[in-house]
């Protein structure tokens, strides 16, 4: 795994920790450069890396001779151990535009609107190719700006009638965005107003979307999409779990599995950005070819446990050659389930068998969860309850 790329200058150079820790810091951000330059190291695939250099330019308070301003932000930040993980961190704001340098993967500028001191809490997980940010407003601002070439994000907003991601209301129900790079935007969030969403490598996203949907997604929008989507709460309790289990680990437990969690979250947006119902009535010979996608499907997944590696619709899809259409047409057709469900109740069965063949003194039901790419513990608890009519602890002690 490549060294995760540095912070923006808007972080604080800290020595080393240990245990994770919690500190409340003054933040100044000195403005001393008219451009200050990152490299940010993505990931795309196993056997590729992009570049992609982001520049930020300061705010206009900047004089001709070099001096500045200071911006000044009290900061509560939670610092992880040295693991891999690039980590969590949670500021709460008194300037807008700490807000817009906080996040340099899009040139922006923040305009506070409304009366009041404190304008924002902030939280982030960085996860390399991937962020989960979270934007929850004290005070009414505008962010207008462009991403950068490479950054996507599927994204809600409370709904609210002042309300806006461009020329979209977030008023409308089950709303969600989804932004391609290279994109201009003009948002309002009124005070109180939350902002919940997730970037992405576009060149990244974009290769599974069209596994998935290639008619819909062979070229990226030319706009801003607004999608009407039963998803969106999975998509933002997979994004606030992703913020939560940063938060609550210390190192000192189970491991965090980064890449389960990226897997998870780009799973989650791509089945709302490529989802789509087909009336088409199927022929007998496309039936007959539904089985045999079946039975194909059923043998790749059970590859794909043996050799303990989680399988996904994407790599799924890649394997047989289909979209995200027709496999779940065959699994229906096969099983009488979606492909995800399908997935899910798959790893429920491998966990439920280590449990029974396990050693209570040497396993325990959060390894065995996890080993089969379950993190949400609670959830992964009544999936199973529900499944085997039995707890994961009861099978395990049978």
Known sequence: MPTPFPYPDTEPRLPSQGPAVRQSVQLQTRASLRHCTRWFVTLVNSTKVCLVLFVWTP????????ST??????????????????????YTLEDPGMQANLQPWVEMECLQLSHGRRVADFDCLNLGRQKIVRERQSASVQKVGRATSDFCTVSISSQDATARFSEHSCAVEESIFFM?????????????????????????????????????????PPSVLALKSPYRVDFKAALEFGLQLAQDFDGSEEPLHEDILRAHV???????????EDGHEPSHSERLR???IGKKARAFVEAQLDSATLPTLVNL???????????RYAMQQYVGLSPTVYLRRCRLNRVRALLAAADPQETTVTQAAMHFGFLHLGRFAGHYRRMFAETPSQTLAS
Request: net charge negative.
């Open 69 to 90: 301003k200071e911006q000044t932000a009290m900061l509560t930040k939670r610092f992880l151990p040295e693991d891999g993980i690039p980590g969590l961190t949670s």
């Open 180 to 220: 391609p790079g290279g994109m201009e935007f003009d948002i309002h969030v009124p005070a109180g107003g939350e902002t919940v969403y997730a970037g992405f490598s576009q060149q990244e996203f974009l290769q599974c979307a069209r596994i998935l949907n290639p008619k819909e997604w062979e070229r990226p």
């Open 290 to 292: 539904a089985l045999e």
């Open 317 to 327: 899809c890649t394997e047989l050659g289909i979209s995200e259409r027709t496999l």
């Open 266 to 276: 780009l799973q989650t947006a791509l089945d709302i950005v490529v989802s789509g």
């Open 59 to 66: 705010p206009a308070d900047v004089s001709a001779d070099g």
